[in-house]
Structure formats: C-alpha cells, structure tokens
C-alpha cells in the first residue's frame, strides 16, 4: 500500500465519520439530546475497543501532531500496569468522570457511536440505544430520541456501520483490540508505510 492508498483509506473512513456526525448531530437537534457538559464517563472505562482501521485517522493526527512517541511510551507504560483506559482520554481533575478526548474530531467508531446510535430489535426495528448516564441526565431527551427513531429517524446503527468501514481493508478492519492497541498498531502500521515528507489528509 502506498501513501495515495493510504490517504485515500484515510479519507474514505474520515467520510463514513462525517455522515455518522451528520446524522447524530440532526437527532441531537431534533430531540434536544447532548451528553452533559463535560461528561467523559465513557471514556474512562477500560472496555473500548476500536480496530486499527478505525484508528488510522487518529493515528494520522497524533503523526500530524509530533506526539507519536509520546503517545506509544504511554501505551507501553499503561499495558504493563494493565490499564486499558484509553491514552487519549484528559480527565478534569476537579470533576469526577469528566475530561475531553484530545483527538475528539478522529476518534474511532465506538467512540462516535455510544450513546448516539440504533440497534435492531427482535422484530428487527430499529430503535434507539442511549447510554445508561443519559438516560439518567436527561429522560426526556431520550425519550424525545425514541420517538425520533421509531417515527424513522435514522442513526447508525454499530454492526453495520462497523462492517461498511472493515470492508475498506478486511487486513485491518474486522479484529477488535483495546482502544489503546488499536492506536499503537495504527501507528505502527503507518509508520511502515509512510515515507520520508509524507502529509497527512486532514482527517475529519
Ligand atoms: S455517551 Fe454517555 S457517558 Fe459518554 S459522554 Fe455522553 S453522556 Fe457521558
Ligand atoms: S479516543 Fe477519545 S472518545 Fe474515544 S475513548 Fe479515547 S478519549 Fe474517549
């Protein structure tokens, strides 16, 4: 794979990226529904999973950013204390399970998703998948956002969307790992195949 393949697979997920954005941003007006301010409860749980696929644009921007080796030391050093909690994630000090993502616009599809996506009931009908926090914050909200999807409001839905970005480079795309392996094997795969001057697409 060459760096025009690259940037074009960089490209191609940025664009799946959007439409999701597109399409949440439009329930999130629609049914007056955000997370709380500052809310990174999510964030902060060691089960994310994302496939090197999904984290190539990350991986673009931490590169773009002059912070791949810092961002790989702190992989290493997390891996061997087995904290999975994603290196990416800056928690505020002063507010428990609240930070920021320092690579929100790239973040992987797990992380776009939860709390904003559908799922297919038994009668395979979509219906809305919140988030436990939110629907705790704001009942009415996703309340509002239920009645949105089952009146057909569209939102991703995780396994499909999932499936249309894997299908971009099964090599890369199928096999799940945590969050934080998911980046460090992103980087490693395009450190490897990027060569000397390579510029990165702006991702998302
Ligand atoms: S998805 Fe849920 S846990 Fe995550 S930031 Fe939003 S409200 Fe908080
Ligand atoms: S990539 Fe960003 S949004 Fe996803 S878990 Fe890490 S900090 Fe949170």
């Given amino acids: ?21 597109r399409k949440t941003n439009r329930l999130q007006k629609v049914a007056s529904l955000r997370c709380p301010d500052g809310c990174g409860a999510c964030c902060k749980t060691q089960q994310i999973e994302a496939t090197v696929l999904e984290a190539i644009p990350i991986a673009e921007a931490i590169f773009e950013r002059g912070e791949e080796i810092s961002v ?3 992989v290493e050093a ?4 087995n904290d999975f909690s994603c290196v ?17 616009a790239y973040r992987p599809l797990l992380c776009r998703l939860f709390g904003f996506a559908s799922r297919r009931n038994r009668l395979n009908e979509l219906e809305f998948s919140p988030c436990k926090h939110m629907t705790v914050v704001s009942p009415d909200g996703v309340q509002r956002a239920r009645i949105g999807v089952s009146a057909g409001l569209r939102l991703p839905v ?33 450190y490897w195949r990027q060569p000397r001057g390579f ?3 702006k991702a998302v």
């Fill in 1 to 21: 794979m060459n760096t025009n393949d690259i940037l074009s697979l960089s490209y191609e997920i940025s664009r799946i990226y959007r439409s999701i954005d």
């Fill in 72 to 74: 790989m030391e702190t």
């Fill in 78 to 81: 997390q891996v061997s204390q």
């Fill in 88 to 104: 990416l994630f800056r928690p505020d000090a002063s507010r428990a399970d609240c930070g920021c993502c320092t690579y929100y």
């Fill in 158 to 190: 995780y396994q499909e969307t999932f499936m249309r970005i894997a299908a971009l480079n099964p090599n890369i795309g199928f096999r799940r790992r945590p969050i934080n392996l998911a980046i460090k094997e992103a980087l490693e795969y395009l």
């Fill in 199 to 201: 510029k990165t697409a």
